[in-house]
C-alpha cells in the first residue's frame, strides 16, 4: 500500500525525522492560509499523488508572494497529472503540500528496502540525490552503496557511518545528523512493516542541516492488520476501483492493457498463463487469481470484475484444482454465464480435483464453452478467438 508524500512526512516527523514544515491543503485558500502561517517568502506547492517523476510533469514548484500559492494551488488542484509513472491516462490532483522552500547545498538519495536475496532489510544510498536511482543504476552503479542489517542486532552505528562516508559526508555534525536519520527510518520502516522507504533527495540545506525533502512509503498489504493507523492513510481514490472491490472479493486483480481476460488460481499459474498468452502472440488484458476454495459466488464474481474492462474480447480460465474444485469452478462460471449475461467467447483450462465431474458439468451445460486440455492448448485457443481464428 501507498501514501501520499504529505502523509509519509507526518509518519517520519513522528520519528524524529527532520522533514520541512507544511501541511496538505484541498483547496487554494486553505494553500494561502498554510502558507501564511508558515511564514517566509518562498514556499513549494507540491502535487500529492501516488506516482513519481511529478517535477518533471509540472507537479512541483515554487511560488514567491501569498498569491502565487493561491494561483499554483488553483491549477494544481483538479488537473491531471501524466508522469511517466502514471500511465497515458494520469492521475487527477486532488491535494496539494504547501511547505517552506528551502536553500539545498547538496543532495543525497536515501532508502530502506527488502533485498529478495538477503531476506532482509537493506540500505540503498547515493551521492547523487534528486535524481532517479533507475538512472544513477544505469549511468555510475559505482555511485550506489548497499548496507544489509542483521534483524538480530538492528542498525549499527558503524554501518551508518560506513554509509555516510561512502556518500562523502565527512565531517563529525553532519556524520552524527546523517546517522540519527538513518536510524530513525529504520525504526519506523521496522516498525510499520514497510517493503519501501525512499528519501530523494536528503538534502543538506540551509548551511549544515540535513532534511528529507521528499519522501515516499510503501507498505507490506499483509501486515497491515497490525497497523490500523496505516490502514487507516489508504487513499481508495489513488486505486483502480476493480482492484479495491476485488480485494473486497478476496481476488488478487491487476489490471493491464491487453484483451484476453485471465481468471486463474495461484500467482504463479497465473504468471505462466500471462506468459503461455504472450507467447502464442496474445495481449493479457489482467492478472487474477482466485486463490484456493474459489466457490461459485467468487468465480461469478472475477468474470464481472474481469469483464467490466472494456478492451476484453475473450476470456481465460485456468483451474489446476487442489484445495480449489473443479465442479465448483464450473457451476460458478455456469452462474457466471447465466447471471451475467456473457456474450464473450470462455475458454476453460480445467485439471485436477473432480476434473472430469467439471467437465461434465460444463459439457451439459449447453452453453458454448471452449474446453481446453492443457495450459498451452487454452492459450493457443484463447488467442485464435480473439484474432477472429478457429479456436
Same mark, same amino acid.
Given at each position: 500500500?501507498?501514501?501520499?508524500?504529505?502523509?509519509?512526512?507526518?509518519?517520519?516527523?513522528?520519528?524524529?525525522?527532520?522533514?520541512?514544515?507544511?501541511?496538505?491543503?484541498?483547496?487554494?485558500?486553505?494553500?494561502?492560509?498554510?502558507?501564511?502561517?508558515?511564514?517566509? %517568502?518562498?514556499? #513549494?506547492?507540491?502535487?500529492?499523488?501516488?506516482?513519481?517523476?511529478?517535477?518533471?510533469?509540472?507537479?512541483?514548484?515554487?511560488?514567491?508572494?501569498?498569491?502565487?500559492?493561491?494561483?499554483?494551488?488553483?491549477?494544481?488542484?483538479?488537473?491531471?497529472?501524466?508522469?511517466?509513472?502514471?500511465?497515458?491516462?494520469?492521475?487527477?490532483?486532488?491535494?496539494?503540500?504547501?511547505?517552506?522552500?528551502?536553500?539545498?547545498?547538496?543532495?543525497?538519495?536515501?532508502?530502506? #528496502?527488502?533485498?529478495?536475496?538477503?531476506?532482509?532489510?537493506?540500505?540503498?544510498?547515493?551521492?547523487?540525490?534528486?535524481?532517479?536511482?533507475?538512472?544513477?543504476?544505469?549511468?555510475?552503479?559505482?555511485?550506489? #552503496?548497499?548496507?544489509?542489517?542483521?534483524?538480530?542486532?538492528?542498525?549499527?552505528?558503524?554501518?551508518?557511518?560506513?554509509?555516510?562516508?561512502?556518500?562523502?559526508?565527512?565531517?563529525?555534525? =553532519?556524520?552524527?545528523?546523517?546517522?540519527?536519520?538513518?536510524?530513525?527510518?529504520?525504526?519506523?520502516?521496522?516498525?510499520?512493516?514497510?517493503? $519501501?522507504?525512499?528519501?530523494?533527495?536528503?538534502? $543538506?540545506?540551509?548551511?549544515? =542541516?540535513?532534511?528529507?525533502?521528499?519522501?515516499? /512509503?510503501? /507498505?507490506?498489504?499483509? @501486515?497491515?492488520?497490525?497497523?490500523?493507523?496505516?490502514?487507516?492513510?489508504?487513499?481508495?481514490?489513488?486505486?483502480?476501483?476493480?482492484? #479495491?472491490?476485488?480485494?473486497?472479493?478476496?481476488?488478487?486483480?491487476?489490471?493491464?492493457?491487453? %484483451?484476453?481476460?485471465?481468471?486463474?488460481?495461484?500467482?504463479?499459474?497465473?504468471?505462466?498463463?500471462?506468459?503461455?498468452?504472450?507467447?502464442?502472440?496474445?495481449?493479457?488484458?489482467? /492478472?487474477?487469481?482466485?486463490?484456493?476454495?474459489?466457490?461459485?459466488?467468487?468465480?461469478?464474481?472475477?468474470? =464481472?470484475?474481469?469483464?467490466?474492462?472494456?478492451?476484453?474480447?475473450?476470456?481465460?480460465?485456468?483451474?489446476?484444482?487442489?484445495?480449489?474444485?473443479?465442479?465448483?469452478?464450473?457451476?460458478?462460471?455456469? $452462474?457466471?454465464? $447465466?447471471?451475467?449475461?456473457?456474450?464473450?467467447?470462455?475458454?476453460? =483450462?480445467? @485439471?485436477?480435483?473432480?476434473?472430469?465431474?467439471?467437465?461434465?458439468?460444463?459439457?451439459?451445460?449447453?452453453?458454448?464453452?471452449?474446453?481446453?486440455?492443457?495450459?498451452?492448448?487454452?492459450?493457443?485457443?484463447?488467442?485464435?478467438?480473439?484474432?477472429?481464428?478457429?479456436?
Amino acid at each position: 500500500m501507498n501514501i501520499h508524500e504529505y502523509q509519509a512526512k507526518e509518519l517520519l516527523r513522528s520519528y524524529g525525522v527532520p522533514v520541512p514544515a507544511g501541511n496538505v491543503a484541498f483547496s487554494d485558500a486553505q494553500a494561502h492560509s498554510i502558507a501564511e502561517e508558515l511564514g517566509g %517568502d518562498r514556499w #513549494v506547492v507540491k502535487a500529492q499523488i501516488h506516482a513519481g517523476g511529478r517535477g518533471k510533469a509540472g507537479g512541483v514548484k515554487v511560488a514567491r508572494s501569498l498569491d502565487e500559492v493561491r494561483k499554483i494551488a488553483d491549477e494544481m488542484i483538479g488537473m491531471t497529472l501524466v508522469t511517466h509513472q502514471t500511465g497515458p491516462k494520469g492521475r487527477v490532483v486532488k491535494r496539494v503540500l504547501v511547505e517552506e522552500a528551502s536553500d539545498i547545498v547538496d543532495e543525497f538519495y536515501l532508502g530502506f #528496502v527488502i533485498d529478495r536475496a538477503s531476506q532482509r532489510i537493506t540500505i540503498v544510498a547515493s551521492s547523487e540525490g534528486g535524481v532517479e536511482i533507475e538512472e544513477v543504476a544505469k549511468r555510475n552503479p559505482d555511485a550506489i #552503496v548497499k548496507e544489509t542489517i542483521d534483524p538480530a542486532i538492528g542498525l549499527a552505528d558503524f554501518q551508518c557511518r560506513k554509509v555516510a562516508a561512502a556518500l562523502g559526508v565527512r565531517d563529525k555534525a =553532519r556524520m552524527s545528523q546523517l546517522v540519527r536519520i538513518m536510524k530513525r527510518i529504520y525504526r519506523c520502516f521496522r516498525d510499520k512493516d514497510a517493503l $519501501q522507504a525512499e528519501i530523494n533527495p536528503l538534502a $543538506q540545506v540551509n548551511g549544515d =542541516r540535513l532534511i528529507c525533502l521528499d519522501a515516499k /512509503f510503501n /507498505f507490506d498489504d499483509n @501486515a497491515l492488520y497490525r497497523h490500523p493507523d496505516i490502514n487507516e492513510l489508504r487513499d481508495l481514490d489513488e486505486e483502480d476501483p476493480k482492484e #479495491v472491490e476485488a480485494s473486497g472479493h478476496g481476488l488478487n486483480y491487476i489490471a493491464l492493457d491487453g %484483451d484476453i481476460g485471465c481468471i486463474v488460481n495461484g500467482a504463479g499459474l497465473a504468471m505462466a498463463t500471462m506468459d503461455a498468452i504472450t507467447l502464442h502472440g496474445g495481449r493479457p488484458a489482467n /492478472f487474477l487469481d482466485v486463490g484456493g476454495g474459489a466457490s461459485p459466488e467468487k468465480v461469478t464474481n472475477a468474470c =464481472r470484475i474481469v469483464m467490466e474492462d472494456p478492451n476484453v474480447k475473450a476470456l481465460l480460465v485456468n483451474i489446476f484444482a487442489g484445495i480449489n474444485r473443479c465442479d465448483w469452478i464450473a457451476t460458478g462460471l455456469i $452462474q457466471a454465464y $447465466q447471471t451475467l449475461n456473457i456474450e464473450l467467447p470462455m475458454v476453460v =483450462r480445467l @485439471a485436477g480435483t473432480n476434473v472430469e465431474e467439471g467437465r461434465r458439468i460444463l459439457e451439459e451445460s449447453g452453453l458454448p464453452f471452449v474446453q481446453a486440455s492443457n495450459l498451452d492448448d487454452a492459450a493457443a485457443k484463447a488467442v485464435a478467438t480473439v484474432k477472429g481464428e478457429s479456436a
